[in-house]
């Protein structure tokens, strides 16, 4: 019943969005309608994410054992797992920083900047989701660059370098496969990672999930198998090549 129950979470909100819209639209203040509270619940998923990752509070037998380290339990805030609290941490890490730039209150810029900000960061780092802030460390990076260089004359050209980079890097991946397996291997036994094997398992699998299912999408690459037909058939070897899954 998944799919149906995540079809019914998406129309429910796709419905919302299309009756709130213009509601908001005609309201001077609604930034501040939408912003405020999704500080306010920050904040609070924060505080709760931080008493986690300090106490194990709320966290289950497995959770407990999961990525601990000198910085505390994992931390899921109000989120099922921690990359879903860690993408809710990233509202707050990056996300806020449109409306600290529209806002010209010097006391909410205060707080945004000492509080809100810093302590979604820390607490996003306390998730324990390692792409998640990855991925937020490399769009703040991203994002500085492109702050820096907003009155330079060379600020097209330098969005342009930067697109055709990660174009040609994506390109050199398929153009050039042989090579990057090298690296990679050099790479991994520099981490003393001596096998494919091993680099799977230090990943959770993951490389064999996503790659059982680029399988199956290729498989059918117009219709697709669908989220269901997906948890039913990734259980056949044949079809995925994958022990994890079957």
């Known amino acids: 019943?998944?799919?149906?129950?995540?079809?019914?979470?998406?129309?429910?909100?796709?419905?919302?969005?299309?009756?709130?819209?213009?509601a908001l639209k005609a309201m001077p203040d609604r930034n501040d309608v939408i912003f405020k509270p999704l500080i306010t619940g920050l904040v609070i998923a924060a505080l709760v994410g931080w008493r986690q990752s300090a106490f194990g509070v709320g966290l289950n037998y497995s959770q407990r054992y999961f990525r601990v380290d000198n910085f505390g339990y994992m931390a899921l805030g109000f989120q099922p797992d921690l990359h879903a609290f860690g993408a809710h941490m990233l509202l707050g890490a990056l996300g806020l920083v449109g409306y600290l730039y529209y806002k010209k209150s010097p006391w909410l810029?205060?707080?945004l900047i000492g509080l809100v900000i810093p302590l979604c960061w820390y607490v996003m780092f306390l998730s324990k989701s390692k792409a998640t802030f990855a991925f937020a460390v490399c769009c703040a990076a991203l994002f500085a660059l492109l702050?820096?260089?907003?009155?330079?004359?060379?600020?097209?050209?330098?969005?342009?370098?930067?697109?055709?980079?990660?174009?040609?890097?994506?390109?050199?991946?398929?153009?050039?496969?042989?090579?990057?397996v090298a690296g990679f291997r050099l790479a991994f036994q520099a981490l003393n990672l001596p096998d494919l094997l091993a680099i799977n398992l230090k990943l959770s699998y993951r490389?064999?999930?996503?790659?059982?299912?680029?399988?199956?999408?290729?498989?059918?690459?117009?219709?697709?198998?669908?989220?269901?037909?997906?948890?039913?058939?990734?259980?056949?070897?044949?079809?995925t090549n994958?022990?994890?899954?079957?």
Request: proline share 4%; hydrophobic share 55%; net charge positive.
């Open 147 to 180: 702050w820096f260089s907003r009155h330079s004359k060379y600020l097209k050209q330098i969005v342009f370098g930067v697109f055709l980079c990660m174009g040609g890097l994506v390109l050199s991946l398929f153009l050039f496969t042989d090579a990057w």
């Open 207 to 239: 490389p064999e999930v996503y790659l059982a299912a680029l399988r199956m999408a290729m498989l059918f690459p117009f219709a697709g198998l669908g989220q269901a037909e997906f948890f039913r058939q990734s259980a056949n070897h044949d079809l």
């Open 109 to 111: 810029r205060a707080c």
């Open 242 to 246: 994958s022990y994890f899954l079957s």
């Open 1 to 22: 019943y998944r799919p149906l129950l995540d079809w019914a979470a998406y129309g429910s909100a796709f419905l919302l969005l299309a009756l709130f819209i213009p």
